[in-house]
């Protein structure tokens, strides 16, 4: 009984100072990297430094490098700091100055990455590009996902769509990218709409996702594993972190013969089977339902997936 005493008074010193109160604010309402922690509470980077590396160290703050920046939110550990934020006046003058300049420097940022986009003629929309009926494809992910789930990770989650779609029946929703400019249009898109304190997003690897095992009640792949070198192994990362009681959901294109996408789009995959997808799942020690197929000028696929029951012994 020592250690979780122990872990609460570490957690109340590391809360019990100004400056750290208002990193704590700031950082629960979305991560946000160092440059614009020290833009919004005008301090220089050193000094907040020791600052987040105690808030860290409490299991306050979740530290994700992402490139050459380094983002901060609050730790899926933090109860206490939620408690003690809930105490902190919404007026306060301080705070709403913060949040006004942080707000400020997401919209800068994610409009900046939105140019850059444009500027060098990617079109990272794909749905839209492909023509898909993108209403028909979110209806039957929802329609797949349980009404509430704990904790969803999308991989690779591009602007972060799929998150802002499932917001409101998770409790917490994250979604991880490859692509630094992509998640900079996610943090705007989930900043404007005011979901940055439950959905999230940072940069990852697909096959090397920085999660235990177990860590999520739903995980989901949409249009994702045709731009994959290794399907299976995608997949078999995606099971690893799936609670033995969640559901996998993988939703990419069906077997086509475009084959200008393979030339001129780096698609990797001209689609899947059943059969691909479900030997790759089984390998993985998930087992697949029957799909769903949404038509469009490209058909569509949707698998669920689950845990692949063990047989009991006669």
Known sequence: MIKPMDDILAQLRAAAEPTRLRLLALCARGA?????????????????????????????????????????????????????????????????????VA????????RAASEAFRSAGADWDEMRALGLPAPAIEAALLGALPPRIGRLLD???????????????????????ASRDMLA???????????????????????????????????TLQMVLHYAEDPAAALAEAARVLSPEGVLLVLDLAPHARAELIEGQAHRWPGFDDAQIAGWLGAAGCAASSPVEIAGPLNVRLWSAHRATAAQPA
């Open 32 to 100: 946000l990297c160092v440059t614009d922690l020290c833009a919004a509470l005008g301090q220089s980077q050193p000094r907040l430094s020791r600052h987040l590396k105690l808030l860290v160290e409490a299991g306050l703050l979740e530290r994700m490098p992402e490139g050459p920046n380094v983002y901060f939110s609050l730790s899926a550990r933090a109860g206490l700091a939620h408690a003690i934020l809930a105490r902190l006046p919404e007026d306060d003058p301080l705070l709403a100055a913060d949040r006004r």
């Open 155 to 177: 991989i690779g989650a591009g602007t972060g769509q799929l998150l802002e779609l499932v917001a409101d029946r998770c409790g917490t929703a994250l979604g991880v990218d």
């Open 103 to 110: 707000a400020r420097l997401g919209a800068e940022r994610a």
């Open 185 to 219: 249009l996610a943090r705007g898109r989930l900043a404007e709409r005011g979901l940055a304190s439950r959905c999230a997003v940072r940069q990852a690897d697909m096959y090397r996702l920085p999660f235990p095992d177990a860590s999520f009640d739903a995980v």
